[in-house]
């Protein structure tokens, strides 16, 4: 069985698996535990669901304490394993559920651990034993049966220089094995092998040239370099980057890189968490670094807000509740470049924006005024200018705003339009009847469908009649 990304799932599923990393990232890690646990009943061969599952149960189990939390964690365990260890090579994925119920209470099991790697590899799922292989060689990195196993797991998916790596690793405890000498240079030589290409010269295939440009690089620059990339092919990359993170940990690349390939499948939450591993390297987060990530922020509050059922007795109030926390983030970021950039006009635009959006005219007005001192934001800041004076009975003060930005602007674009037809409203709350008409007229002649001018001009000239 194929081990599966998040675009190879049932929607349903993937539905229940959004709203178990939404319940993950608010802390309701009990809940985040139960929606996982369905996901991967449903779906053993979800890497990310168990990904996910994995990181709850090692949070709820960083609540409990001392004897409490041992109490806790190995009570009722005992006779699920004992029933999981009798299914492995009959039912492995009946024993691997078992198993991962164990562990979503009681992440440290190592009974549980053992069991479920060994019920993994009998499903074909070698990915998911990595899991537990690598928890259980954490606990006892001397273990040669652990790492052999994950050493094996690692082949298994072709990742032989991690397969070499372990064997390195578990040689520093047995330098004098010579029976685990010999499997490293085993696996050392089918690296050597597979990645140099000597297969295909065997076979009469291939050359030494091959060899020299070294094809898997070449195929994996390749692979990289394509701007549209498949689910499973950006799957496949974010598994080998993360495969080689585990020996360069401070590897910046890679770490842009996964988070990219994530933002990519339109999965914030892990894009966002390697970004956040960006910004604890120092000197690695600069202001654009901050702004993508913040941005995938935003669109993680936008993807939580469309997961929420329209069913449920109180959806509005779900939804006003996350999209206030949105915009309650997008203003602090926004006041926090502020500070940071005080002379940076196009970010004050921005700020007047958030609080015209927000009905702060008092607060808005001011930084519309600091934006009119930039040459790209000018013509538009006047006009959000115009309109918070408007808004607060400013008529004439509004109009000779909007009058100034039209001596500025050229052309006739909807900017153009925009300041007409604002223009044309105040003249309009001012009693002055045919200079406001005047401006509808202009945009008439040009555009007439735009907004409600043909009904304004229309109603002006049926007047007449």
């Known amino acids: 069985m194929p081990e599966k990304s998040l675009t190879e799932i049932p929607r349903t599923v993937r539905e229940q698996y959004e709203k178990g990393v939404t319940a993950l990232e608010r802390n309701n890690l009990d809940y985040a535990i139960e929606l996982l646990l369905a996901v991967m009943k449903s779906e053993p061969a979800f890497l990310a669901g168990r990904d996910a599952l994995r990181r709850a149960a090692q949070k709820k189990a960083g609540e409990k304490t001392g004897l409490f939390k041992k109490l806790v964690s190995s009570a009722g365990s005992s006779p699920a394993l004992a029933k999981a260890k009798f299914l492995v090579e009959s039912q492995p994925l009946e024993a691997l559920f078992v198993a991962e119920q164990v562990l979503a209470g009681d992440p440290r099991n190592n009974l549980a651990h053992d069991i479920f790697a060994q019920a993994a590899v009998a499903a074909s799922l070698p990915r998911s034993a990595i899991f537990s292989l690598e928890a259980l060689r954490q606990e006892a990195p001397a273990d040669k049966n652990v790492s052999i196993r994950l050493s094996e797991a690692y082949s298994a998916i072709g990742l032989s220089e991690k397969a070499e790596s372990v064997f390195t690793a578990l040689l520093k405890h047995h330098p004098n094995d010579p029976r685990l000498s010999e499997m490293a240079k085993n696996i050392s030589a089918k690296r050597t092998l597979n990645e140099g290409g000597y297969e295909s010269i065997a076979d009469g295939k291939g050359s030494f040239r091959d060899i020299l440009k070294d094809k898997g690089e070449a195929n994996r620059l390749e692979q990289e370099s394509r701007i549209t990339k498949d689910a499973a092919q950006s799957q496949n990359l974010i598994e080998q980057y993360q495969a080689r993170l585990a020996t360069e940990p401070g590897n910046l690349r890679l770490l842009k890189n996964i988070a990219e390939l994530y933002a990519q499948q339109k999965d914030y939450y892990h894009a966002i968490e390697y970004y956040n591993q960006i910004e604890a390297i120092p000197g690695a987060f600069d202001a654009a670094l901050e702004q993508v990530r913040n941005d995938m922020i935003v669109k993680r509050y936008n993807q939580v807000i469309e997961q929420i059922d329209p069913a449920a007795e109180n959806y509005e109030e779900q939804k006003a509740a996350i999209a206030a926390e949105r915009d309650a ?9 502020v500070e940071r950039y005080p002379t940076d006009k196009a970010i004050r635009f921005e700020l007047g924006v958030l609080y015209f959006n927000q009905g702060r005219l008092q607060e808005a007005l001011p930084e519309f005024q600091q934006a009119e001192n930039n040459p790209h934001r000018r013509v538009q800041a006047m006009l959000y200018s115009a309109r918070c004076m408007a808004a607060r009975n400013m008529n004439d003060m509004a109009a000779r705003k ?36 005047k401006q509808f007229m202009d945009i008439y002649e040009v555009d007439m469908k735009f907004r409600d001018v043909e009904e304004r001009v229309n109603r002006h000239y049926s007047g007449q009649g």
């Open 329 to 337: 983030f997008i203003l602090s970021d926004c006041l926090a470049r």
């Open 402 to 437: 909007l009058q100034n930005a039209l001596k500025e602007k050229q052309g006739f674009d909807d900017e153009r339009k925009e300041l007409l037809y604002t223009l044309g409203i105040v003249l309009e709350k001012m009693g002055k009847g045919d200079e406001s008409i």
